[in-house]
């Protein structure tokens, strides 16, 4: 099997995947050829050297063939699956996209798959993953293509309705949900069985089971969160906190990318003003070209307030290395979900999947078919199988649907090269102050992005 990893030199995706591969037994087992292309060659050399080690250290005989290119036709030619996850960079731009918007009155938070950060995100990184679906459509046809690359629903709905590849695009943001219903639960997250669909970074759970009792734990869910003090892990929580008590599901991931899709949810993230935070007296950083300080939110340093009175506090999250696998060496699973795909649908190994994002096929009611949406599903032999969930509430589908038509639109303005559709999709979005400051921030993202944008006129 060929799998080639786009976007290899990447410092988390690179050495991840590469460790998730090498740990499948059953991958190794029927031969595995590993390719690593990026534009950049600078860090190749030493993401094949730590792939070597690794089959050295977990003792894979015969070794995986590894090597590198920046050739993206000849990494494709005969692939049998294609892992992306690309980004140009990075946090320069994700800093206009975050500051710009704020200065013509968008109350958006984070700025990295909603809002009007999200929607320059993704035409930045739409015409480079089109590049590579279009060269798979020459090289290698039958190929998979499995995308990490954000914002992930919009450059899925690019790449389901502009090329024939088949895509599946892949989150862990549905566990990070999970994670915090356990903490409320105080479960173990082993022991839930939840299942949630929606779109990515803004799906509700509709199941919570005890996965050894089949409890439903909604109910005890629900006294849980009444019992928890309101500002623990406040950035993180306190938004799906306010939404599960009005709509009725918990939401997930968190505050940050469910804030994005939100115009009110800034009154929720109390670190939304030290995102991205610099001195204008010291000029713009994209003037500069000094990237201000970027943080996640206030709960990667847990503020002190445990969820129950009497409870230790427990640490919210790992930090990045730990988080990466990478800490003392440690060769564990990244927990991503690109190689039980592969285990199923290359080796007839059944896999479940807490979620994938693929066109609607009725597996999210309410919403149009041919978007596309986030849900559990099973690789096998056959493929990968979407689950179809029960209907959301009314309330729920009316904040999916705007979403929907945002992605539609912006997807038209890519093909199109046009200004306009962009602006139709701007007005839609919740954050938006006006028809003015909209065509102002479409005129000025244009000027400051022109080198990564692609051609839109009015």
């Known amino acids: 099997m060929k ?13 991840a995947t590469i460790r998730d591969l090498l740990l499948s037994d059953v991958l190794c087992a029927h031969g595995l ?6 534009r950049c060659p600078d860090a190749l050399p030493e993401r094949q050297r730590y792939a070597e080690a690794v089959a050295g250290r977990l003792g894979r005989r015969p070794a995986p063939s590894v090597r590198w290119t920046t050739d993206l036709r000849e990494a494709l030619d005969g692939a049998d699956a294609v892992v992306t996850a690309i980004e140009v960079n990075r946090y320069f731009y994700w800093a206009q996209d975050f500051h710009v918007p704020r200065k013509y009155g968008f109350r958006q938070v984070y700025g990295e798959n909603g809002g009007p950060g999200g929607l320059f995100h993704a035409l930045r990184n739409m015409g480079p993953m089109l590049e590579i679906a279009r060269a798979m459509e020459q090289c290698c046809p039958g190929a998979w293509l499995l995308n990490y690359t954000n914002p992930l629903t919009k450059l899925c709905e690019a790449l389901t309705r502009l090329t024939s590849v088949r895509v599946v695009g892949l989150c862990h943001g549905v566990f990070q949900g999970m994670q915090q219903v356990a903490r409320l639960l105080e479960l173990d997250v082993h022991d839930l069985d939840a299942k949630a669909s929606g779109l990515n970074h803004f799906t509700w759970f509709q199941s919570l089971r005890h996965r050894t009792t089949g409890e439903d734990l909604y109910p005890r869910l629900r006294e849980r969160e009444r019992a928890a003090h309101w500002l623990a892990e406040w950035d993180e929580i306190a938004l799906s906190r306010i939404l599960f008590r009005v709509f009725g599901l918990y939401p997930s991931p968190g505050a940050n990318h469910i804030g994005e899709y939100l115009g009110w949810a800034h009154d929720f993230l109390a670190s939304s003003l030290l995102q991205f935070f610099y001195d204008p007296l010291e000029g713009h950083p994209w003037e500069t070209g000094r990237v201000p300080t970027w943080i996640y939110n206030l709960d990667e340093h847990p503020t002190g307030v445990p969820l129950f009175p009497g409870r230790p506090l427990p640490r919210v999250k790992p930090d990045r290395e730990e988080r990466s696998g990478a800490a003392e060496g440690a060769i564990v699973p990244s927990g991503e979900l690109a190689i039980p795909i592969l285990e199923g649908v290359f080796c007839g190994e059944e896999r479940a999947l807490d979620a994938v994002n693929v066109p609607n096929a009725g597996y ?4 149009p078919e041919g978007a596309v949406v986030e849900v559990p599903a099973r690789a096998g032999a056959g493929g990968v ?5 029960p209907p959301l509430p009314e309330g729920i589908l009316a904040l999916l649907r705007a979403q929907v038509s945002i992605n539609r639109l912006l997807v038209e303005a890519y093909a199109e090269g ?3 559709k962009l602006l139709q999709a701007l007005l839609l979005d919740p954050t938006c ?6 065509v102002q921030l479409v005129d000025e993202m244009c000027r400051l992005q022109q080198d990564v944008l692609p051609p839109l006129a009015w």
Do not use: K, N, Q, T
């Open 33 to 38: 050829e590993i390719v690593l292309m990026d």
């Open 433 to 438: 102050p006006s028809y003015r400051a909209a």
């Open 385 to 389: 199988h979407p689950e179809a969930m």
């Open 418 to 420: 046009s200004r306009r």
């Open 364 to 367: 999210v009611p309410g919403l």
């Open 3 to 15: 799998v080639v990893l786009v976007g290899a030199g990447s410092r988390e995706f690179g050495p």
